[in-house]
């Protein structure tokens, strides 16, 4: 097994990104630089978050795209080519609101016996949600709110994604509202 380091990360995703999809890429460097501002102030485990904010969108590579639902798909690389721990997978496979995308999709039974989900993820998987509700596709800062408008524009409001982002997002934005208290109470402190 590969040394699995924010670097490690960083590699797979410039290899699966940069060149086939180099928008998402961006948008890629804007999340994981965001990752590793927010681990620390918060005290998350920074490495773990880092190496999910790298490869979150992986699946949305041509080369890896076997569902349409770039969460497993990259998670299902992840595991499958890369031997990533199952923590940086199920964070892949759950990030911002995939479960109710896999819902949509006829994809719940994969994502959820495939990369079960623990309690221990639970802050991880939030903060991943935050650097990406608050990571534009040009990798600028955007309020998650902001993100939710700038997603649900670029998706027609019958296909999976504007459904389910429309659905999941009073939890996603609560999730952020609770990661941006926790900063704000720690530059209190």
């Not at 309020?143 to 982002?165: F, G, K, N, Q, W």
């Amino acid at each position: 097994m590969a040394d699995q380091s924010p670097a490690w990360a960083r590699e797979i995703g410039r290899r699966v990104l940069a060149d086939a999809l180099p928008g998402r890429w961006v948008h890629t460097q804007g999340v994981a630089a965001q990752a590793r501002v927010v681990g620390p102030v918060l005290g998350w485990d920074t490495d773990l978050i880092e190496i999910a904010a790298w490869l979150h969108d992986i699946g949305y590579a041509p080369a890896l795209a076997v569902t349409g639902f770039h969460p497993l798909d990259g998670a299902r690389y992840l595991r499958d080519r890369e031997g990533a721990v199952p923590a940086v997978c199920a964070l892949v496979a759950h990030h911002s609101g995939a479960v109710a995308e896999a819902a949509e999709r006829g994809l719940s039974d994969p994502l959820l016996v495939e990369f079960s989900l623990n309690d221990r993820l639970g802050e991880e998987v939030i903060a991943i949600t935050y650097c990406d509700f608050t990571t534009g596709p040009r990798g600028e800062r955007l309020s998650p709110e902001e993100r939710i408008t700038e997603i649900l524009s670029r998706y027609e409001p019958d296909s999976p994604v504007h459904r389910a982002v429309q659905t999941s997002a009073p939890h996603l934005l609560d999730q952020c509202r609770e990661v941006t208290a926790a900063l704000r109470a720690s530059e209190r402190a």
